[in-house]
């Protein structure tokens, strides 16, 4: 006997919007709506260069976030970030919570007009797991009936458990039940692929604008894979096209937050991103936009045998000398919060106490100039009096104070450090830590879904996103039970999170973690309904308007 895994009321309000957005369809002739007298252009900035539009390769924010307008999963997200119909008209799931069978849309369609189909999933899934062509995020698919075989290269990839089971079935058999399965369907790495079109395109597929195929609200011109300037278009063949009134969005990358308020205080810019000494002077802005974001940033180190990052107590006097109280009020001032923790708050909640998942845990490596200088004392008997570590960074203006604000802090409080810090491009940051090219550096992340996972896979053994090369097997498997074994006893799963945290941040130091962002924006007060998801990109423009 199955169920419906929303319980009819995400699938009731999926129709619901179909039907007003009829009803708005049909307002009476020679009635034009607001979408038709204001020119539904609008120009909006972001931080960093899109890298690629392989959804099954991206990793950054920056592109994640261009990724979630041009392409959709089985489900994906509203307003409120949670998961509701996308290309699945239906969702049916089994009593034990383990099967899932999605229904696609009759009126589902590629930017080229031709049907979506259910092995469109199918391949672009494989393509994510297969050893063969895997993509950083193949972990999300370890709940899947032999995923974690498959992404080991243990089993053949069509052992695993996801199928088309006709052209408009996908059906997903999961090892455990895993409650956040629909938010995880709802990212942009589980988009769909059609298998014509990629390999027709072979190494060319996902480079630029014209070698891809689109299945979201917009579609894209005029990237070249490295331009700085791009523009989303809507797309006319997506299946509720009726709901998204912009024709026109222009992107811009920059990185200097001074020129994007320049252009935005001249009306050539619609939305720009803002930070620090900004969000002060323009707090009382009407179109000043502030929330907190469910993202970190910390310091990861590279453990290559040798070097001085290697060194466990250097990593911990690291880990207790930076007042991050100081760096988030004095320096940020946008909103940002001291973090302790692997995981920010709002993530995840138990769901049967309603607690969440950062207060239960605590805090560790809490600022303690004392201990960290004992500690130094320790790792200097150990490298030597003088110990040089570069930090690696991004260019943008943020990074620029984070990494001069952590450059004095360890200097002055741990005597003999000597921190050289290097500024990359951010595409470049990327690329050094997967080539093991850094000591030190400034990273982020924020989440894809609500899953837990998504922040503890960042260090377990052979993870894509382990560029410091961190292993210690107790911390896996305490990872691996959390998701697997214990992914249905919320208390258990929250216990083997907070032991592997412990291993991670207090015994270990793998980790500093640094301060809970902000989001802080400039803009048009003439836009309505611009959303700002929990986790995934920066902005969701799908039901944004321009009133008059």
Request: hydrophobic share 35%; charged share 25%; proline share 4%.
């Amino acid at each position: 006997m199955k169920k419906n895994i929303l319980l009819g009321s995400i699938v009731t309000l999926g129709l619901i919007l179909s039907a007003c957005s009829g009803k708005e369809a049909s307002k009476k002739d020679g009635q034009k709506t607001n979408s038709e007298k204001v020119e539904q252009k609008i120009t909006v900035s972001t931080p960093a260069p899109i890298s690629t539009l392989d959804t099954t390769q991206t990793t950054d924010k920056n592109t994640f976030t261009m990724v979630q307008h041009l392409f959709e999963g089985l489900t994906r997200f509203d307003e409120k970030t949670t998961p509701i119909p996308g290309i699945a008209k239906s969702i049916d799931v089994s009593e034990d919570g383990k099967e899932y069978l999605f229904k696609l849309r009759d009126d589902a369609k590629w930017s080229n007009g031709e049907k979506i189909e259910a092995k469109d999933f199918e391949y672009a899934w494989k393509r994510l797991i297969d050893p063969k062509t895997q993509g950083p995020n193949a972990y999300l698919l370890d709940n899947v009936v032999n995923g974690l075989a498959v992404r080991n290269g243990e089993k053949p990839v069509d052992d695993i458990g996801f199928k088309a089971v006709s052209s408009e079935e996908f059906k997903v058999t999961l090892e455990h039940p895993q409650p956040s399965f629909l938010s995880v369907t709802a990212i942009g790495w589980l988009a769909p692929q059609q298998e014509k079109f990629v390999k027709e395109k072979g190494n060319k597929f996902g480079t630029n604008s014209e070698d891809i195929l689109y299945n979201g609200p917009f579609s894209l011109k005029d990237w070249d894979g490295a331009s700085d300037t791009w523009t989303l278009v809507k797309n006319d063949n997506y299946y509720d096209e009726k709901a998204v009134k912009l024709k026109e969005i222009a992107v811009q990358t920059l990185k200097e937050e001074n020129t994007g308020i320049n252009l935005f205080e001249n009306g050539e810019l619609d939305l720009v991103k803002i930070s620090g000494q900004y969000v002060a002077q323009y707090k009382d802005n009407p179109g000043y936009i502030t929330f907190s974001e469910v993202s970190n940033s910390f310091l990861d180190f590279n453990k290559k045998e040798g070097t001085p990052s290697a060194n466990v107590n250097l990593r911990k006097a690291i880990a207790l000398a930076i007042d991050k109280k100081g760096l988030t009020e004095s320096v940020l001032a946008d909103g940002s919060k001291p973090l302790n923790g692997l995981v920010p708050a709002g993530l995840y909640e138990n769901p049967e106490t309603k607690e969440d998942y950062r207060k239960y845990a605590g805090e560790f490596s809490t600022y303690n100039v004392e201990e960290a200088k004992k500690i130094w004392k320790v790792a200097k008997k150990e490298l030597g009096d003088k110990v040089k570590v570069t930090l690696l960074a991004s260019d943008s203006e943020q990074s620029k104070k984070v990494t001069e604000y952590l450059q004095s802090q360890l200097e002055d409080n741990l005597k003999g450090l000597n921190i050289s810090v290097s500024l990359q491009p951010a595409n470049n940051v990327h690329q050094s830590r997967a080539d093991g090219n850094f000591e030190l550096s400034l990273s982020g992340w924020i989440a894809g879904s609500s899953e837990l996972d998504s922040y503890f896979n960042l260090y377990v053994k052979d993870s894509s996103y382990n560029d410091g090369k961190f292993i210690n097997e107790d911390y896996t498997k305490l990872v691996t039970d959390a998701k697997t074994t214990n992914a249905n006893n919320p208390d258990k799963q929250f216990a083997d999170y907070k032991k592997a945290e412990d291993i991670l941040l207090n015994q270990e130091a793998a980790q500093v973690p640094i301060y809970q962002g902000a989001g802080n924006y400039l803009v048009n007060p003439n836009i309505e309904k611009v959303e700002y998801p929990l986790y995934g990109g920066y902005f969701f423009l799908r039901n944004a308007e321009v009133k008059e």
